[in-house]
């Protein structure tokens, strides 16, 4: 019998290889990690390739990025230069855009497109394009220095990361515009970064390693940088029965929440906006209430936006 | 962790933690003052302390985080860093050492990870190493065959060789080599997963002529040259229909049998086809 999958997974097998890395990347530039952007140009022979399932990840982001663009144009969107291969010279840097979107205006803005899953597309939901540079996923924290680039190089004063949930098919646009100062000041910041990143190639010297999150899973950590491991202090390993019981009852009480939780949204949702007596024995009743609720304009709330520390309790039974 | 040197020359990566000095000194006072029955009574209460982390660790894992290797329970990474982090484990940067080796095939590199670790919860200290080289099976053989040590990807090979130290660190940390798979089933671990190197023996001279032949009279075509194998293999025993699409599916004995059914074909067919040309000219 014809086998599908050997053949697919040959055929990936195929495509992964070194590819060349003689100048800094806008797709790579947001990398937190200065080593990592200079092993990329100077030691990208030790970079741990990936293996046959990663590789179908990335495949898997290619058919996507392909099926956006003709679904983009299938709706009457004007899509132009796919894949235009951009250089600037000064900054040794080099990139590929995935097409230019052109307005009914006929202004043009770079377009860069992404695939996610559920879980990663529920922050993107959340986010702006800048917000992205703190998230906890490092690839993301790339995706807005990568459109701020194209921007930088190609002159266009706007740009759009454009998301695709792969499961539901859901769809976000982040618009990033170089009018915003955050925007303009993240993007001289990653301008200087490859400034530096130039200059110790000149020099051939090499950041220090210094462990960080993106560790974890870099192709360096295990071939060029060995940073050690440090997994934190550890938990107490605590015997005290009176805790035990509560984490027991907590246990047991969670199927009745949840249970809880569940009939009164349906009571609420069934009884909006009327009354009732049920079985001689409850009075139920939906009234409503005017409540003051503070539309402020995005801009504005962000300028009180701070970060807070909080604790969060995660239990989980062994 | 900064790069400071102590005046004896040693790195700070070389000496112990603060945190586990201490623990060690405070060991150091309490075996002074114990008598032989506290010694015994103490090992003991360790042996239970011991088992009891062994569950606590193993009940840590899952299913999924292990597989079985050479017929042993076998953790893997991600499996080993859950343990990790409930035990703070620190592990130091560890120091590579490439080592270049020789045999009957030729010149290969050896690759050994050097390291250190300590759990900052049970107060252990472990020194190992990890190795791995450009004879690994999984890196180095193709079809049976050794790969020029060129086309081994050399990144694949250290990294397994620190994958391998940093494994074999926080096990030792812990107190989990050695585990069973009594040890498992006490914790309530089915493993299923199964790692098993295939290794592609090279095919017998007569397996790779049959292979030629069919191919040949296939004209090329390898889906065609599957049907015709299939065919040309088929017989049966007891019933029970047997036959092959792939030459590499042959056994020695089997392609010994079957070459003369194919060379007879094969000639048939050559015969047939020069007749042809015979009869244009």
Known sequence: MINLEEGIKEYFQKKIYLSPHPLNRASEAGHPCLRYLVLSRTKNELRVLPDVNLQAIFEEGNIHEAAELRLLQEAGFKIIEQQRAFEWKEKELSGHIDAIIVGEDGKRYPLEIKSCSPSVFRVIQKSEALDLIHARQHWLQKYPAQIILYMLMGNYEEGILWFKEKVSGKRKQLNISLNDPAVLEYGESILKKLEKVNEMIKKAEEPPVERIDACAGCPFEKTACFPGLDFGEGADIVDDNELLEKLDRLEELRESKEEYDAIWNELKEKFQGKSAIIGAKWMVESKKQVRTEYQIPQDVKKQYAAQKEVWVLHIQKL | ?281
């Not at chain 2, 982390?53 to 193993?58: E, N, W």
């Not at chain 2, 080599?177 to 199964?194: H, N, P, R, Y």
Request: proline residues 3%.
């Open chain 2, 1 to 281: 962790m900064t790069e400071e040197i102590k005046k004896d020359g040693r790195g700070i990566e070389d000496l112990l933690p603060l945190e586990l000095e201490n623990i060690i000194q405070e060991q150091e006072i309490i075996s002074d003052e114990r008598s032989i029955d506290q010694i015994v009574s103490d090992l003991e209460r360790g042996v239970e302390a011991y088992n009891r982390i062994k569950q606590i660790a193993l009940r840590l894992t899952n299913s999924q985080d292990w597989v079985s290797m050479n017929g042993q329970p076998f953790l893997m990474e991600k499996g080993a860093q859950k343990i990790a982090r409930a035990f703070g484990v620190f592990i130091f940067k560890p120091v590579i050492e490439y080592l270049w080796q020789e045999d009957s095939k030729g010149k290969y590199q050896i690759v050994i990870a050097h390291g250190k670790a300590f759990s900052r919860k049970l107060g252990s200290y472990v020194e190992d190493i990890g190795t791995c080289s450009q004879r690994d099976k999984f890196f180095a053989v193709k079809d049976g065959e050794l790969k020029p040590i060129e086309e081994i990807d050399f990144p694949n090979i250290i990294k397994k060789a620190v994958a391998n130290l940093y494994g074999r660190l926080i096990k030792r940390a812990i107190g989990l080599m050695g585990i069973t798979w009594d040890d498992l089933k006490a914790a309530g671990i089915e493993v299923t997963q199964e790692v098993k190197y295939k290794e592609k023996k090279p095919l017998s001279p007569e397996a790779q002529k049959i292979g030629e032949m069919v191919l040949e009279m296939a004209g090329g075509d390898k889906e065609a040259a599957k049907s015709m194998l299939r065919s040309l293999s088929e017989f049966e025993k007891n019933g029970k229909k047997y036959s092959v699409s792939s030459v590499a599916d042959l056994s020695e004995a089997w392609a010994k049998k079957l070459l003369p059914k194919v060379e007879k074909e094969y000639n048939e067919w050559r015969k047939l086809g020069s007749e042809v040309e015979d009869d244009k000219s």
